[in-house]
Antibody, heavy 117, light 110 residues
Framework: QVQLVQSGAEVREPGASVKVSCKAS????????MHWVRQAPGQGLEWMGI????????RYAQKFQGRITMTRDTATSTMYMELSSLSSEDTALYYC??????????WGQGTLVTVSS | QSALTQPASVSGSPGQAITISCTGT?????????VSWYQQHPGKASKLMIY???NRPSGVSHRFSGSKSGNTASLTISGLQAEDEAEYYC??????????FGGGTKLTVL
């Protein structure tokens, strides 16, 4: 069965960076894009970007351009999302989600990132 | 890209049917049939309920159905059950090759 296992909760100070990982299993990693979505406390879902496991196809939401980087490690079937210049507004649950026909088919368990001084 | 517009809340009694709307523009919902719906219970990750406007993934109840007309997509849940009480989100692919979500709709089963 498809599993997306994300790294644990993180606490960062304002201005710092955070890197979240998402290890995939149960499907052919190289065949499907991966999205990153976040959800601030009590708020809705927000799309951050998408990356292909092998092809040169990475797209970011305009809101995060310049401070987000998505990468992958095909050897370990792991995706990464790094967000820099953090502020309190970046406190949220961060999810990876496997793409399927332009939808978010399977979701990771979420990684809580707390930005606080 | 502005969020898609969903009602903040809807409610219905067990056994009834409800519909949640999702209004976008000709640059997202109206541009493609790449509209999907998600169910989120408190403290849980989201679950895909409908993809490509009206397709149900394996394992999703036939009580869930989707449709689209112009710039508005809709999710209908028939035969409401207590377990359907959750937050529902729509999403659409856009002409800028990005995705956008709706603001979410809280479904209360009375």
């Amino acid at each position: 069965q498809v599993q997306l296992v994300q790294s644990g909760a993180e606490v960062r100070e304002p201005g710092a960076s955070v890197k979240v990982s998402c290890k995939a299993s149960g499907y052919t990693f190289s065949d499907y894009h991966m999205h990153w979505v976040r959800q601030a406390p009590g708020q809705g879902l927000e799309w951050m970007g998408i990356i292909h496991p092998t092809a040169d196809d990475t797209r970011y939401a305009q809101k995060f351009q310049g401070r987000i980087t998505m990468t992958r490690d095909t050897a370990t079937s792991t995706m990464y999302m790094e967000l820099s210049s953090l502020s309190s507004e970046d406190t949220a649950l961060y999810y990876c989600a496997k793409d399927y026909t332009w939808s978010f088919e399977y979701w990771g368990q979420g990684t809580l990132v707390t930005v606080s001084s | 890209q502005s969020a898609l517009t969903q009602p903040a809340s809807v409610s219905g009694s067990p056994g009834q049917a409800i519909t949640i709307s999702c209004t976008g523009t000709s640059s997202d919902v109206g541009a493609y049939d790449h509209v999907s719906w998600y169910q989120q219970h408190p403290g849980k990750a989201s679950k895909l309920m409908i993809y490509e406007v009206s397709n149900r993934p394996s394992g999703v109840s036939h009580r869930f159905s989707g449709s689209k007309s112009g710039n508005t997509a809709s999710l209908t849940i028939s035969g409401l059950q207590a377990e359907d009480e959750a937050e529902y989100y729509c999403s659409s692919y856009t002409t800028t090759r990005t995705w956008v979500f709706g603001g979410g709709t809280k479904l209360t089963v009375l």
